[in-house]
């Protein structure tokens, strides 16, 4: 009775053990956004394709889950949305930067299927596309709204971007997005309560700093599409941007910064 009493303590012991020295489970980065995050075509590159290069990604997984040509609208329109909320758990990171294609006016036809409202208001648009099915579309901040909710909902913390700048200069300065799509990401990260960077921002003070010829340098053909070594410095400002959150529990995945 005493052996037998002694082997069941020792099996629990054992079995406490082997439950208390289980490691945490690695927490996953998710990016979501459009071509300017990730970029396929040769010669060019998003920067969701450059940030691992600065995180420890022994400690964090990167997933970056960015289209080419989508925006907020399309994005959950194609099913892309539901595919990433499906795979987010608890402990989990989500960045998001949109606004590059959502400036057309919305419809049913190619030019306007991704245009959504402008704004971060509660205003709608209803349309019916030619086989008959009907779509609701929503503000630019209604769409940024729902990834945060839902990635809050999962346990995952959300970080807004606001999008990075285009090759546009007036009176020696880069143009920024700060009256439309970036204030209103902005506005919704401020009243959602969750991290935002001023990607916009960040980006256009270092094109400032390096002048339009070498700027011109990240853009091959266009002035919103990068090369990868353009990708790798707006990579640097999300990374600079996690790093001066000082609550952002991100920043700690970070790799030291050179």
Known sequence: ????????????????????????????????????????????????????????????????NAMAGRSTRTFISEGRWDKTIAAIRLGDFLIMQFGHNEGSVPDTTKAGRRGVLRGTGPETKSLVWPDGHPETVN?????????????????????????????????????RADQDFGKWAAEVAQQEGVAFINLNDRTARKYEKLGPEETKKFFPTDHTHTSPAGAQLNAESVADGIRADKKLALRKYLRPAS
């Not at 290069?53 to 022994?58: L, P, S």
Request: net charge positive; proline share 7%.
């Open 139 to 175: 503000t630019y901040g209604w769409y940024l709204r729902k990834f945060i909710r839902e990635a809050k909902a999962k346990g995952a913390t959300p970080i807004v971007c606001s999008m990075i700048p285009r090759n546009e200069w007036k009176d020696g300065k880069v143009v």
């Open 1 to 64: 009775m005493f052996k037998f009493r002694l082997l069941l303590a020792l099996g629990f012991l054992l079995s406490l053990s082997a439950f208390l020295s289980k490691p945490a489970p690695v927490p996953t980065l998710y990016i979501i956004g459009d071509s300017t995050v990730r970029n396929t075509t040769p010669g060019y590159q998003g920067w969701g394709t450059a940030l691992p290069a600065y995180f420890d990604t022994t400690r964090v997984h990167i997933v970056n």
